[in-house]
């Protein structure tokens, strides 16, 4: 199995901008679809994104559109999460998965590895 290791998170001020990546173990990688997720102490993970294995399908969660793009370099084995005017109700830790669906998923259930996930605080 693949294995996915996050980084980029951080302590940022509201409305400022971060970029997390989320590198693979191997070129397996480009034929994953990829996904963010994102965790609260007590909450549920959710979907924050996901992107489809060559990169043509995306799809969003509501609070991420337009705020939040998702892009992938399957050279490098990379996953990309650029956000842009974040909030304090975006802190969270932000997780990858890899998941066999063709398109992207927004279930975590169709997710079967995940990395151990990066930090995000925001303040205000």
């Known amino acids: 199995q693949v294995q996915l290791v996050e980084s980029g998170g951080g302590l940022v001020q509201a409305g400022d901008s971060l970029r997390l990546s989320c590198t693979a173990s191997?070129?397996?990688?480009?034929?994953?679809?990829m996904g963010w997720f994102r965790q609260t102490p007590g909450k549920e993970r959710e979907f924050v994104a996901g992107?489809?294995?060559?990169?043509?399908?995306?799809d969003y969660a509501d609070f991420a559109e337009g705020r939040f793009t998702v892009s992938r370099d399957n050279k490098e084995n990379t996953l990309y999460l650029q956000m842009r005017s974040l909030t304090p109700e975006d802190t969270a830790v932000y997780y990858c998965?890899?998941?066999?669906?063709?398109?992207?998923?927004?279930?975590?259930?169709?997710?079967?590895?995940w990395g151990q996930g990066t930090q995000v605080t925001v303040y205000l």
């Open positions: 992107i489809s294995p060559p990169g043509t399908s995306y």
């Open positions: 998965g890899s998941s066999k669906f063709t398109l992207p998923t927004m279930y975590r259930w169709d997710y079967s590895n």
């Open positions: 191997d070129r397996t990688f480009s034929t994953y679809t």
